[in-house]
């Protein structure tokens, strides 16, 4: 079970720090359009469709990777005062309740969604625009891939740990 995780864990790292590296180009379109803007009183609509699609494939992309770092949200009121067992517990039941459907949904959703854009072509409606949302559009089906990697991982270990009984196996 652990070996699986692992093996999903360094597929999720490896894709968050891919995608992580984004940040830098998005940092430098942000300050070339303020630069351009405010500036010279220029403004390009495909620098700002491109600020965009950076945060946004940053946003699913790295999803997997803040639940494989325990970085989700969580109200821990009462969670940080349980066992390790009890937690497990309720991780389990939160990401088979609530994430697993939710990612279900997401993907039944958005599928049609994005095949019609690929069907398509879908570019901006902007003139200037970036002609690729078709591409933009298959990120709602990559964060269903990414989050449900994590969260298959993220259950396995819990279910090791309800096994185990919260022990550390080496």
Known sequence: MLLIADMIDRIT???GKVLACLMIPLVLLVFANAVLRYVFGLGHVWLFEAIGYCFAILAVGLAGWAMKENEHVRVD???S?????????????????FIGP???????????YVQR????????????????????????????????????????????????GGEDTP
């Open 77 to 79: 009121i009462f969670y």
């Open 117 to 164: 854009s690929w069907k398509t072509r879908e570019g901006s409606m902007e003139i200037s625009g970036i002609p690729y949302v078709w591409l933009l559009k298959t990120c709602l089906l990559m964060f269903c891939v990414v989050l449900g990697l994590a969260a298959i991982a993220f259950v396995l270990r819990a279910l090791n740990d309800v096994i185990t």
């Open 102 to 112: 939710f990612l279900w949904l997401m993907w039944d959703r958005s599928l049609p």
């Open 81 to 97: 005062m349980m066992s390790r067992r009890k937690k497990a517990i309720i991780d389990i039941l939160g990401t088979v309740f």
């Open 13 to 15: 790292v490896l894709v």
